[in-house]
């Protein structure tokens, strides 16, 4: 089992343990390392003999688990790493559709270089079929979450109930469907062609596309929480902003908007990536009967991705 794998099924067993990793390993600072400082941190891990229950003893390992793929061993791009994903980004300007198009493509990105590396394909090239059905689902969300906008437009539908409804309460659901969609269309091969499971030791024990399911499903409930919940949130506090007239100005009003989306996206990261163990748990009875019948483990574990 990689030593990340080895790490968060030994630290991450609750949602609490989880979230204060998450806070450490979400440290923007992480990105300053060098790919020759991970390589060595991860060679040190790897041959430090660290058993599933000695604890950690230092913070050298959230550069492993934050700079490097578990399945892969490859060290993952510096835009598209956990810290990097800590920064409002497009999320300021949704409504605008090529802002739409961008964040997705951003997210598509991110979840690309952190799904499961493990799904395996013999008739096609598996990394050419997640960009193709990547792009598909990049263009829908940004279809999808410009459409209300332009029917309103369209319509001239221009009363203050079609205001509130169309730019106030529609942008979070939508946002967090789509984010989950894009999430879960773009590692669409993981429940397809299944993911390596693996017994307590490490042992890989077989491919399994209902581990895969489990996998894909729990992450793109994580962004749709993520995601919705930090669209929603900044707008409800906004609106009582604008009731207190605590920002006299335009200017201040942008400013607290900022500082709101921020603030509530740095809260809600670390929360959405605790909702479920980073090393996923499977019952043996709920695999397929190839697997169940090679091993007596009564769990197994796999990657979840993020």
Known sequence: MDANLQFWRAEGQSFFQRFLLWADILDPLLLLKSSDEIRRTRLLLQNS??????????DQVFWSTSSVHPDTDKI????????????????FSYNLSFLQFAFHTYTTGFTLFNGN???KAEEYSLQQKQIFCG??????????????????NRYTLKSSLTQLVV?????????????????AVVRSPEFENGIEVMDRNGKVVGLSQK???????ETALSRAALFGTTFFLPAVLMYFVERAKFAKTPRALASVRMLVITSV????????LSMFPQCGEIKRADLEPEIVSSTE????FYNRGI
């Open 117 to 119: 590396g493990t799904a």
């Open 76 to 91: 993952i791009p510096v835009l598209f790493r956990p810290p990097g994903n800590l920064s409002p980004k497009f999320i």
């Open 49 to 58: 003999g660290r058993t599933l229950s000695e604890p950690v003893q230092n």
């Open 167 to 183: 730019k106030k309460l529609l942008p979070a659901p939508v946002l967090g469907l789509t984010s989950a969609f894009t999430a």
């Open 297 to 300: 483990e009564t769990e197994l």
């Open 211 to 217: 581990a895969g399911e489990k996998a894909v499903k």
């Open 265 to 272: 996206l740095a809260g809600m990261l670390p929360v959405s």
């Open 135 to 152: 792009l598909g689902a990049i263009s829908y969300a940004a279809c999808v979450g410009a459409l209300p906008l332009v029917f309103m």
